[in-house]
Structures are given as C-alpha cells and as structure tokens.
C-alpha cells in the first residue's frame, strides 16, 4: 500500500447521511485519484487531482465531492445524493499530474456500507 | 468504445503449476500496459508496466507479454504459490497525449491457488 493511508477500513451508514473518506499520503506525490470498485466491474475514476487546490471530475462524480486543500489530503465526501453509495473505494496517487507514465500507488481502501 | 477485457473470470490451479491470464484490449492509441495484483480487500499492487513498444517484462515469478499488432497482453505466474491467490487487473493507459489520461481497467481474473 506503500505511503497511502485510508481510513476507516469500514464505515457504516444510514441512508441520507453524509460521510467522508479519509486518504492521506506521504509519498509527496502531486496527483491523486479517488476510484470506486463494484463487484464485476473495472474501477472508475470518481474524482482526481493534479495539483493542490485543483481537481477535475472523473466518469462518476454525481453524488460525490472532494477537497485538495494540502498536497497530502484528499478527502472524498459520499452525499445522501449518490443513489448506490455502498462499495469498496480506493483512493490512489502518482508523482505527475499525467498518469500515463507514471506509476499509480493504491491505499488499502474503505469498504462502504449504507442501509 | 474503449474497452480492456480479461479472461478467464476465474481460476483455479493447484499449488506449483504454471497459469496464464489472458487481457485484450481495444484502446487506440495507448501509452503503456499495466498488471496489478489486488488481495481481497486491499488495494491494488502494481506487477509490471509495459509500454506499446516492448513486448516482456518480467518481475519474478511474473512475466507479462505485449503483442500491441493483435492488442493482446498475457500475465504468466510460473510455479504458483498460495500467496498468489489474488484477482489480477490489466489496466490499458490511452495515448491522446497533452490532456490527462484516464487509466481503463480490466474487470480482473481471479486466480485460486490450492495447496
């Protein structure tokens, strides 16, 4: 999982409510990424981040947002708008802003659940 | 589309036999191939990373293949060990080149190894 911490591992949640998603990493890297993993399905890109204070929405960011107010932050809020919150999300960062060089690094993930 | 498919879905083998997994893809242009290995529960963990121009790279008992004129890649684990059971994600990074790339993920095999 190498310099990338998520937390908490599970969460548990009330349909309607709010929850945020902590990753933290000390790889000093400039890009992360927020991925979201369903059974059956690749990962997609929720949200990323190329730069502090910058961040572009990924293919399914309807429910959710994020903040990038230090280099080594980036926290993801599910909204009680996201219609099928519960799933494994996985938070990721690289040392560019343009992935396709460079490696990805995956924190260990929070699984989700919401009833 | 661009799409990243993976086979099999599953697998068993039995401990110290060989196995191939299979990746095709059809992504047009792409920068580079990527293999993870993803334990259940935990984040991805990067194997190997080829780009359209070489055609092996090994790490280990892992060797993957590219053959970019078929756009096919394979990931083969010689003499399997329990630890190697695991889902194995291909992932296909899209060479538009100058705007950020979005990786395309593979929806994974997952290989058993019994002892």
């Known amino acids: 999982d190498g310099g990338i911490t998520q937390s908490p591992k599970y969460l548990f949640r009330k349909e309607g409510q709010n929850v945020t998603l902590s990753c933290e990493q000390n790889?000093?890297?400039?890009?992360m990424y927020w991925y979201r993993q369903d059974p059956g399905q690749g990962l997609r890109l929720i949200y990323y981040s190329q730069i502090v204070n910058d961040f572009q929405k990924g293919d399914i960011a309807e429910g959710y947002s994020v903040s990038r107010e230090k280099k080594e932050s980036f926290p993801l809020t599910v909204t009680s708008a996201q219609k099928n919150p519960t799933a494994f999300y996985l938070c990721?960062?690289?040392?560019?802003?343009?992935?396709?060089?460079?490696?990805?690094?995956f924190g260990p993930g929070t699984r989700l659940t919401v009833t | 589309k661009n799409q990243v498919e993976q086979s099999p879905q599953s697998l068993i083998i039995l401990e110290g036999k060989n196995c191939t997994l299979q990746?095709?893809?059809?992504?047009?242009?792409?920068?580079?191939l990527r293999w993870y290995k993803q334990d259940t529960g935990r984040g991805p963990v990067s194997l190997t990373i080829m780009t359209f121009s070489e055609n092996t790279k090994s790490n280990g008992r892992y060797t993957a293949t590219l053959d970019a004129d078929t756009k096919q890649s394979s990931l083969h684990i010689t003499a399997s060990q329990l630890s190697d059971s695991a889902s194995y994600i291909c992932v296909v990074t899209p060479g538009y080149g100058g705007a950020t790339n979005k990786l395309i993920f593979g929806t994974g095999t997952l290989l058993a190894v019994q002892p």
């Open positions: 990746c095709n893809y059809t992504v047009s242009p792409f920068s580079n």
């Open positions: 790889l000093n890297h400039d890009a």
């Open positions: 990721a960062s690289s040392p560019s802003g343009t992935p396709s060089s460079y490696e990805q690094y």
